[in-house]
């Protein structure tokens, strides 16, 4: 998966969210590491949609303070599975790496 | 300031697909407008970053979001493999391009003719203009001469003691050498042959950079007068004569009756002018000084040496000579470019082809294009049809890109193959091009002229596509029947298309009629001489066997006797150069004329030993006086001379009868030499009738002494018959009375004049030719556009029919129309004709380049040739039955 699906994903996980929502939301997540442009942001919400994995609400959200202009996205269940394969995967990979470091470590 | 920013990013943003753009536009420029703000706190540099970073975004990321939705036009379509829709798409090309046969077949007709005619054209252009000289370094090579303006002379020859003080004496010359060309007898057991060769100094070869293929080149030692006897043999008379036997070197030939021994072998088509199968030293003694200035030089610089040092090192080369004996420096050394040299006689023509066949390409591009624009309109509907059964954009795009791209690569084809054919053709009738003119296909004009055609078709090719985007398919199949005259863009392209042939076509025409026109005004002109019913065949007398001008002046005697003896011969004579042949200068004055003072002009006088019977033969026609006898004058005694009108002028300009007056050789005053005018003949146009013609004069052979001889005379016959009957017999003539001499240059007069015109008959013939494709291109486009408009408008033209209009008032709707695009395309094309055509003027000769009957003449077929293109279609349209049309659904 790459990187600004899972971070996008992961950030609707929490709450939804409109546009410059996920990106503030994202660059707070990763400490400023990952910051999402405009056209990168909007591609991959577009991306998800298509692959089913977000769906866009067809209102904003009772609380929504920005007058209705913003379209808001919600993570649906294949999301949250995808996401949660992701971060599986991540972490086997993390297993993996640790693990074979440590070994290496040892023998040096 | 904020709102600039937010402008330039919904700028950039246009970069993006449109349908993002469309979607989170409003919300991208926000976020970016916000992030600037928040980085303009922090400083100039922070918001830079941020413009920076932005940028970058959109040139990452907007091309992959194009590709995304090319490769993936919707969800629900399957995606096809790239080659089987390829595959499916050429199928369906083929089909749709069967389905109108006579459109696909113009299509590619008109763009292969366009194609054929730029590759066969660009191949001379190249050659001429841009190709280098097939010599290593060939950019250091110049043209060496010499020229003497008070003589009238842009290129006297190079004196042979001259060079020898260039040679001696420069310093930024590497090597230079000369040449001179000249014919051979060459034979053999199996027979004579007359064949052309060079004598050149010896380091020609060095040079020009060659080497032999075999043996070796000349010495210094062996370039002397009454050297060895050597010759270097061409690559053709080795192939044709040796079987390009490896052991020739060594071998003998003779070469006018005296054996030559081979030393080496020329590598094919390195010699600078003209064919050469031998090449002799020219074996001269350079400390002898003379007047005779015939050799053409060739010098190769110094690596970096200009052409402004190249010719200040010759003026101080040749310095002592003027010191001694030119104080007033009549002759000085002349440097240009190798290239210069040859082409000059090309260059018009290479220019006017080259711009008439462009111009060609570009009325055929806008021909093929109003004809893909007019096809586009015709397939709406069926747009519209595939649009709503699903067919993607993209998916039409790469359809309609296909059948263009038949429609090219076939017209391309097509065109490069038959123009590469065509190549020959063009100097089919022009005299002996260089050697190193290699007239083969230049790939950069055909890529260019193929180029153009894949452009046009392919711009115009998406015509339908973009036309079934605007209106959606609802709009397209609806629509597609029953619009009256296509959208107003699409019309107003057509029209400018047509307007563009028509203007072009002018262009085009008036310069091949200007150009016709000048050669037709050519051929009337008067040649001084009667050129039909006139055979001429040359002869030249080897040194070995006729040693003296007795023994040569005896065996012209009977040649010309045998010649006027043949049935059908009314006269004879012989002549040391015909009209267009050689050229031979002196320099004369009235006798008891004042001096001349120095650095005053002198003109040469072409002058010519011919017998009495030559000008009777030639029907030269005499002005005053009488021709001289065939026994008059003595070389010691009586010295009659015919002189022409120009001379004439020229040595009495007071106009008076010259006749029975004296001049002499300028300078010398000896009674020996004082010639008396007994006749005045017209100006025979020697150097061509595009030339003027300078003085000249003819002296009997009978005054000839031994410093006069001359072993080589044309002879000529008139015939009230066929000349060319004669040849066989005069031939026989001169076969009878020497077996081993050839006879060669055989012609009649008339074939020799149609020669020297031959360069302007091609250029007036060949832009006559583009002129032609060009207005039937033009006149094609607007009888295309004008069936077009009239079929688009038959339900109109219907309904107005239906509410009273009368046939007439219909055909005038349509013929109106016709002349509108055709009057606009003249007030372009007219001026635009006047400046081609003063570019042309040097091609001219007599015909102003505003000749008002040849603009009258364009100006005629074009609107007569238009109007019947309209009137076609307008009858279509006046024979319009309004019941039937509107009854008609569609």
């Known amino acids: ?66 007058n209705g202009r913003k379209r808001w996205f919600r993570i649906t269940a294949a999301g949250r599975r995808a996401v949660a394969a992701e971060l599986a995967r991540l972490q086997s990979a993390v297993r993996v790496a640790a693990a074979r470091l440590a070994h290496g470590a040892g023998e040096a | 300031m904020t709102s600039v920013a937010r402008v330039a990013y919904r700028t950039l943003l246009r970069l993006a697909p449109r349908d993002l753009r469309a979607k989170h536009g409003p919300e991208m420029e926000a976020l970016f407008v916000a992030d600037l703000a ?84 660009f191949a001379m252009v190249d050659a001429v203009f841009f190709r280098a000289l097939p010599y290593p370094n060939a950019a250091r090579l110049v043209d060496l001469n ?41 034979a053999d057991d199996h027979g004579s042959e007359r064949v052309s060769g060079q004598h050149v100094t010896f380091d020609m070869v060095r040079t020009l950079g060659i080497a032999p293929i075999l043996g070796r080149s000349f010495t210094q030692a062996e370039d002397v007068p009454n050297g060895p006897n050597v010759v270097m043999i061409g690559y053709g008379l ?133 004809a893909m624009l007019a096809r586009s309109v015709a397939r709406r509907r069926e747009m519209g049809i595939r649009v709503a059964l699903g067919a993607s954009h993209s998916r039409l795009m790469r359809q309609l890109l296909t059948e263009s791209l038949v429609l090219a690569v076939a017209g391309g084809v097509i065109g490069t193959v038959v123009g590469r054919m065509g190549i020959g053709l063009l100097t089919a009738g022009v005299e002996s091009p260089p050697p190193w003119l290699h007239l083969t296909m230049d790939t950069r004009a055909v890529a260019f002229s193929l180029l153009i055609v894949l452009v046009t078709t392919v711009l115009f090719g998406l015509a339908p596509s973009m036309s079934a985007r605007r209106m959606g398919a609802a709009g397209a199949t609806m629509e597609g029947g029953s619009r009256t005259a296509g959208s107003v863009p699409e019309r107003r392209m057509l029209d400018g298309l047509v307007v563009a042939e028509v203007a072009l076509a002018a262009v085009l025409l008036s310069c091949g009629g200007l150009l016709v026109r000048a050669y037709l005004t050519l051929r009337d002109v008067d040649p001084g001489f009667r050129p039909d019913g006139v055979a001429s065949v040359r002869v030249s007398l080897p040194m070995a066997t006729y040693p003296t001008w007795v023994t040569q002046g005896r065996f012209f005697e009977a040649v010309v006797a045998g010649v006027a003896a043949i049935p059908g011969v009314t006269d004879a004579g012989a002549v040391t150069c015909p009209p267009f042949g050689c050229h031979e200068g002196m320099f004369y004055a009235a006798e008891g004329a004042a001096p001349k003072r120095p650095g005053a002009s002198d003109q040469v006088v072409l002058t010519r030993r011919a017998t009495p019977g030559y000008f009777a033969a030639m029907g030269i026609t005499l002005m005053h006086g009488r021709y001289y006898s065939a026994h008059e004058g003595s070389p010691t005694g009586f010295h009659p001379a015919v002189i022409n009108a120009t001379l004439a002028a020229q040595l009495w300009p007071d106009g008076s009868n010259p006749v029975g007056k004296r001049f002499v050789f300028r300078g010398d005053t000896t009674a020996r030499d004082r010639m008396t005018v007994v006749g005045v003949v017209k100006d025979v146009r020697h150097y061509g009738l595009t030339r003027p013609m300078i003085g000249g004069l003819y002296l009997p052979l009978t005054t000839m002494d031994s410093t006069g001889s001359r072993a080589q005379f044309t002879i000529v016959a008139h015939t009230a018959g066929r000349p060319e009957a004669l040849f066989a017999s005069m031939r026989a003539v001169v076969r009878g009375l020497d077996p081993e001499l050839p006879v060669f240059a055989v012609q009649t007069m008339r074939t020799a004049l149609d020669h020297s015109l031959a360069a302007r008959r091609a250029i007036a013939l060949w832009l006559a030719a583009f002129a032609g494709i060009a207005l039937c291109l033009a006149i094609g486009g607007i009888y295309a556009v004008l069936s077009y408009v009239v079929g688009r408008r038959r339900r109109e033209i219907g309904i107005r029919m239906a509410l009273g209009a009368r046939s007439p008032q219909v055909l005038g709707l349509v013929v109106r129309q016709g002349s509108v695009l055709m009057a606009i395309g003249l007030v372009i094309g007219l001026p635009a004709a006047l400046v081609a055509a003063r570019l042309l003027s040097s091609q001219l000769g007599g015909v102003s380049a505003r000749d008002p009957l040849t603009y009258a003449g364009v100006v005629i077929v074009l609107c007569g040739t238009g109007a019947i293109a309209a009137w076609i279609p307008a009858r279509r349209a006046a024979r319009v039955d309004p019941t039937i049309v509107l009854s008609d659904a569609t």
């Not at chain 1, 405009?38 to 866009?56: F, M």
């Not at chain 2, 004196?159 to 007898?185: I, P, Q």
């Not at chain 2, 005296?258 to 002018?273: E, K, M, S």
């Open chain 1, 1 to 66: 998966m790459r990187r600004h699906w899972f971070f996008i994903l992961l950030s609707l996980s929490a709450a939804d969210r409109h546009g410059s929502g996920i990106m503030r939301d994202v660059l707070d997540l990763t400490n400023g590491e990952v910051k999402l442009w405009p056209v990168t942001l909007y591609g991959s919400l577009d991306e998800l949609r298509e692959q089913g994995w977000i769906r866009e609400l067809a209102r904003p959200p009772a609380d929504a303070d920005d």
């Open chain 2, 38 to 121: 928040a980085a303009r706190a922090l400083g100039r540099r922070a918001a830079l970053g941020v413009c920076l970073a932005a940028v970058a975004d959109v040139a990452r990321r907007a091309p992959y979001e194009h590709w995304r939705r090319r490769g993936r036009p919707s969800a629900h379509v399957r995606h096809e493999p790239l080659l089987t829709s390829f595959a499916a798409d050429l199928r369906y090309a083929a089909r749709s391009l069967r389905r109108q046969p006579g459109a696909a077949a113009l299509i590619v007709g008109t763009l292969a003719l366009a194609v054929a005619a730029n590759v066969a054209v």
């Open chain 2, 146 to 186: 010499e020229q003497a303006p008070t003589w009238g002379l842009d290129f006297t020859g190079i004196n042979y003691a001259d060079f020898v003080a260039w040679r001696r004496t420069a310093r930024t010359f590497e090597a230079m050498a000369l040449w001179d060309d000249a014919g051979f007898n060459l």
């Open chain 2, 238 to 370: 080795w192939q044709n004569r040796f079987g390009g036997a490896r052991d020739v070197v060594g071998k003998t030939i003779r070469i006018g009756s005296a054996p030559y021994t081979i030393i080496g072998v020329l590598p094919a088509n390195v010699t600078l002018d003209g064919p050469a199968t031998l090449w002799l030293p020219v074996d001269e003694n350079p400390n002898q000084e003379g007047e005779s200035y015939s050799y053409e030089g060739v010098g190769r610089l110094k690596p970096g040496v200009t052409l402004a040092q190249a010719r200040a090192d010759l003026a101080v080369a040749q310095a002592p000579i003027w010191q001694r004996s030119d104080t007033s420096h009549t002759v000085s050394p002349r440097v240009m470019p190798l290239r210069d040299r040859f082409v000059a006689d090309y260059r018009p023509m290479g220019a006017a082809l080259g711009a008439g066949v462009v111009l060609v390409l570009l009325i055929a591009c806008a021909n093929v294009a109003g």
